[in-house]
């Protein structure tokens, strides 16, 4: 099974559900994660928006990247995660079927799984 941009970005979406449930009920201040969070969510939402191929993946990351200016660190950090994920997905076929099954964590935070 070969994952889609679009795919792998809808499940990391599910995914991200799960990390903002957890995030939520640390203890500790998550100013820090929350801003991650929402970069990452934001570059995941726009893949599955604007659709781009397998073969055009990584420079529609850049070309993100870029857009942000060259200060902009977290933008780097959040695509490269994406990227690293990608690559994960296109060679691990579980990884694969979790993300296009729609990702299925225990730790959402109302704890339905079907989104």
């Known amino acids: 099974m070969t994952v889609t941009p679009v795919e792998l970005c809808s499940g990391l979406l599910h ?20 801003i991650g969070l929402a970069i990452q969510r934001g570059l995941l939402e ?7 191929t397998p073969e055009s993946f990584e420079r529609w990351l850049q070309e ?6 060259e200060s902009d660190g977290a933008h780097r950090a959040m695509a490269l995660l994406i990227w690293h994920e990608w690559q994960l997905a ?21 704890g339905d799984d079907a989104s």
């Open 46 to 52: 726009d893949a599955v928006r604007e659709g781009p």
């Open 15 to 34: 995914a991200l559900d799960a990390s903002e449930g957890r995030r939520r009920r640390r203890s500790r201040n998550t100013t820090a994660d929350s």
């Open 64 to 69: 993100r990247c870029v857009a942000q200016g």
């Open 90 to 110: 296109s060679q691990a076929e579980d990884v694969s079927a979790w993300l296009v099954a729609g990702a299925r964590s225990d730790d959402r935070e109302n």
